[in-house]
């Protein structure tokens, strides 16, 4: 099982904290947040398969990312 602990990018996300990492990413090191979706095909592209993305109570969007071999 690989479970990651990250900032997503969620559709309709009322949090500031998530888009502004984001563009603050992409002027100082051209990185991005990303979304379920992204995180899918990066995970896919490993050899996984994402199982589920758990919200928490963080205001700065922290998802649990699950995933387990393909």
């Not at 690989?2 to 559709?11: A, G, H, Y």
């Not at 100082?28 to 994402?50: I, M, P, Q, V």
């Amino acid at each position: 099982r690989l479970l990651l602990f990250e900032t997503m990018i969620r559709e309709g996300n009322r949090l500031s904290y998530p888009l502004l990492s984001d563009l603050n990413m992409v002027i100082r090191t051209g990185g991005c947040e990303r979304s379920e979706a992204e995180y899918r095909a990066l995970y896919k592209a490993a050899g996984f398969k994402l199982t589920r993305a758990i919200e928490t109570p963080s205001p700065t969007g922290m998802t649990i990312i699950e995933g387990k071999p393909a």
